[in-house]
């Protein structure tokens, strides 16, 4: 099996020869109270074309493998179309060619929400690494995203690459 196509690896606070965005230099990571204070700053719904077609009612601050924190914000819209939060910020991650997350957190606006199904599976499957990811809950508590989504159906992939 041809191993997964990976983005290259390039030095912290440099650009890549097509201009991507730098993987940002390393920093302190914030501790879990300050990851969800990230977080909890980015909430504050508000209605788009409707009352009930929202963004921000949710928001997310995850902390990838290089120590750097990215953030995300939920979009709700009619006939389904939409994104958890978690799955913008890993796409602000993904714009600095970085896929391994160590640890994340949702919130609304009165608590920690643990991430769906749909995004256990997207963090899984960015980077295999990521099982063992750390994921904050209600508590405050956490746990990994191997207790969160037991016997993943592509673990076997994993194993033989
Ligand atoms: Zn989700």
Same mark, same amino acid.
């Given at each position: 099996?041809?191993?997964?196509?990976?983005p290259?690896?390039?030095?912290?606070?440099? %650009?890549?020869?097509? /201009?991507?965005? *730098?993987?940002?230099a =390393?920093?302190? #990571?914030?501790?879990? !109270?300050?990851l969800?204070?990230t977080?909890?700053?980015?909430?504050?719904?508000?209605?788009?074309?409707?009352?009930?077609?929202?963004?921000?009612?949710?928001?997310?601050?995850?902390?990838?493998?290089?120590?750097?924190?990215?953030?995300?914000?939920?979009?709700?819209? %009619?006939?389904?179309? /939409?994104?958890c *939060?978690?799955?913008? =910020?890993?796409? #602000?991650?993904?714009? !600095?060619?970085?896929?391994?997350?160590?640890?994340?957190?949702a919130?609304?606006?009165?608590?920690?929400?643990?991430?769906?199904?749909?995004c256990?599976?997207?963090?899984?499957?960015?980077?295999?690494?990521?099982?063992?990811?750390?994921?904050?809950?209600?508590?405050? %508590?956490?746990?990994?995203?191997?207790?969160?989504?037991?016997? =993943?159906?592509? #673990?076997?992939?994993?194993?033989?690459?």
């Amino acid at each position: 099996m041809e191993a997964a196509k990976r983005p290259p690896e390039r030095a912290r606070g440099e %650009a890549d020869a097509a /201009g991507n965005a *730098a993987v940002p230099a =390393a920093h302190t #990571e914030p501790d879990d !109270a300050a990851l969800v204070a990230t977080a909890q700053a980015l909430v504050g719904e508000y209605a788009l074309i409707k009352p009930k077609l929202t963004a921000a009612a949710v928001a997310s601050a995850l902390v990838s493998g290089s120590g750097h924190v990215y953030t995300g914000v939920n979009l709700d819209l %009619a006939c389904g179309i /939409g994104f958890c *939060a978690e799955h913008s =910020a890993v796409a #602000e991650m993904l714009k !600095a060619r970085e896929t391994h997350v160590t640890r994340i957190v949702a919130v609304d606006d009165k608590r920690i929400v643990p991430p769906c199904g749909r995004c256990r599976e997207l963090l899984v499957q960015l980077d295999r690494r990521n099982i063992d990811c750390i994921v904050l809950l209600p508590g405050p %508590a956490r746990t990994t995203l191997r207790a969160l989504l037991p016997k =993943a159906w592509l #673990e076997h992939l994993f194993v033989s690459e």
